[in-house]
């Protein structure tokens, strides 16, 4: 079973508005990691964000961690067409493995 | 520096046949890692090594999965008697364990079809 939960399954913007994709999950974790990944393609590492850390930027990309509330978000500021893909979040435990969710398909209208 | 490489990206089969997949990670990397996809959702994961140990495998790697990284460095994954619900795109990723690093960097994956 998946640990981690995507939310929206899918989401519809027009270019340079702001995306904002959230994860739940369930037990505690080490690291929670986001992925993008076009389609058919493999996965791209965007952020890791620490147990112990509440807040990451990279660029036009924002994380956000809620340990308390098991939770994360990604925002994508001044979204861009060349966003269109979908977004997974994946915890780790510490012990090697990620745990993904099932994505949340971004599409960014031009 | 290059990145994560998988062969073959595409293998077509026919049921009961036996493929071997192979990933190359990235050079200095010690952990290497294997997922599966299915059409829609997440990646769900298979097994991981550090250097030549198999640390870990999941329940979904049935005794006709056998993985294997001889010298720590290459990995393959080898599926016998394939079935229908094979197929899906194997993805291999590599990791630098310690020093709180986590960061998995993944290949372009082997997509499987099992007719």
């Known amino acids: 079973s998946q640990q981690g939960e995507e939310d929206p399954q899918a989401l519809s913007i027009q270019e340079g508005e702001n995306a904002t994709m959230n994860c739940s999950y369930k037990t505690s974790i080490n690291n929670l990691q986001w992925y993008r990944q076009n389609s058919g393609r493999g996965l791209v590492h965007l952020i890791l964000?620490?147990?112990?850390?509440r807040e990451k930027h990279s660029g036009r990309l924002r994380v956000t961690l809620d340990t308390s509330k098991k939770s994360s978000s990604l925002l994508i500021t001044a979204s861009r067409a060349a966003d269109t893909a979908s977004y997974f979040c994946?915890?780790?435990?510490?012990?090697?493995?990620?745990?993904f969710g099932d994505g949340t398909t971004l599409t960014v209208k031009p | 520096d290059t990145g994560v490489s998988q062969d073959p990206r595409h293998k077509i089969t026919k049921r009961g046949q036996n493929v071997t997949f192979r990933c190359d990670p990235i050079s200095e990397h010690n952990r290497l890692y294997w997922y599966r996809q299915t059409l829609g959702q997440g990646p769900e994961f298979l097994t991981y090594f550090q250097n030549e140990a198999q640390l870990e495998k999941s329940r979904l790697l049935s005794d006709r999965f056998s993985a294997e990284r001889p010298k720590g460095s290459f990995s393959t994954l080898e599926i016998q008697r394939t079935e229908q619900g094979d197929s899906a795109m194997y993805l291999c990723?590599?990791?630098?364990?310690?020093?709180?690093?986590?960061?998995?960097?993944f290949g372009p994956g082997t997509r499987l079809t099992v007719t």
């Open positions: 990723a590599s990791s630098l364990a310690g020093q709180g690093r986590g960061e998995q960097y």
């Open positions: 964000i620490r147990s112990n850390e």
């Open positions: 994946a915890t780790g435990s510490g012990a090697g493995k990620s745990t």
